[in-house]
């Protein structure tokens, strides 16, 4: 069965650091993966995606992702954490006529 | 240029009872999938319907039925409400079935 694995449901930041907020995906998952983020009360809202065109995929608000096929990994990364980055993240990918996501990582930027 | 609407905002049933969510996808998309999300967990994939025809089903009981409209918009209906459907229902449109999933802002169902 296709899977996304999103590992550490919760990771905490102080504002300015790096943030890595990391997926994996099941090796039969096609190459179409997406992360989406979430804020309190609201639907989710597209961040980026990887359809293989390149392996490191840039997003809105300073996002960006590297898709490593060794690893099946889609991480997603910002080199420095603003406080609105504080939300919910998920990881998806698509299989053609189904969106799988991830369990989702909380994240919290510290002041 | 409007995104995906859903309505209503918030629903409060009872258990046994019948609710009906409407959504409506972004102009020019022809696919919709509805998904629950529960508190505290993603999404989870219940119907995809591309061209008004049932393209996907995810692990739901019979109780949840969806229907897509000539002018794309959605319905999920879902019966004999229990305490566990109380969660967030979003619905997505996309140009295809197997295209990037626009998100709506989702129904709060609350069942009691």
């Given amino acids: 069965a296709q899977s996304v694995t999103q590992l550490g449901s919760?990771?905490?930041?102080?504002?300015?650091?790096?943030?890595l907020l990391r997926c994996n995906y099941s090796s039969s998952v096609p190459p179409y993966l997406f992360w989406y983020v979430q804020y309190p009360n609201q639907g989710l809202q597209l961040l980026l995606k990887y359809t293989s065109a390149a392996t490191l995929v840039?997003?809105?608000?300073?996002?960006?992702?590297?898709f490593k096929k060794s690893e099946t990994s889609f991480h997603l990364t910002k080199?420095?954490?603003?406080?609105?980055?504080?939300?919910?993240?998920?990881c998806?990918?698509?299989?053609?006529?189904?969106?799988?996501?991830?369990?989702?990582?909380?994240?919290?930027v510290i002041p | 240029d409007?995104?995906?609407t859903q309505s209503p905002t918030h629903l409060i049933k009872t258990r046994g009872q019948h609710?009906?969510?409407r959504c409506s996808p972004i102009s020019g998309h022809k696919s919709v999938s509805w998904y629950q999300q529960v508190l505290g967990q993603g999404p989870q994939f219940i119907f995809q319907y591309y061209e008004k025809e049932e393209r996907g089903r995810g692990n739901f009981p019979d109780r949840f039925s969806a229907r897509q409209?000539?002018?794309?918009?959605?319905?999920?209906?879902?019966?004999?409400?229990?305490?566990?459907?109380?969660?967030l229902y979003l619905c997505a449109?996309?140009?295809?079935g197997s295209d990037t999933q626009y998100f709506g802002p989702g129904t709060r169902l609350t069942v009691l």
């Fill in chain 1, 10 to 19: 919760h990771v905490s930041v102080s504002e300015g650091a790096l943030v």
């Fill in chain 1, 58 to 66: 840039k997003g809105i608000n300073g996002f960006e992702a590297e």
């Fill in chain 1, 79 to 90: 080199p420095s954490a603003h406080m609105s980055d504080a939300a919910e993240y998920f």
């Fill in chain 1, 92 to 108: 998806a990918a698509n299989t053609g006529n189904q969106f799988y996501f991830g369990t989702g990582t909380s994240l919290t």
């Fill in chain 2, 2 to 4: 409007a995104g995906v």
């Fill in chain 2, 19 to 21: 609710v009906t969510l």
């Fill in chain 2, 69 to 87: 409209f000539p002018n794309y918009s959605s319905e999920l209906n879902v019966n004999a409400l229990l305490l566990g459907d109380s969660a």
């Fill in chain 2, 93 to 96: 449109s996309s140009l295809q």
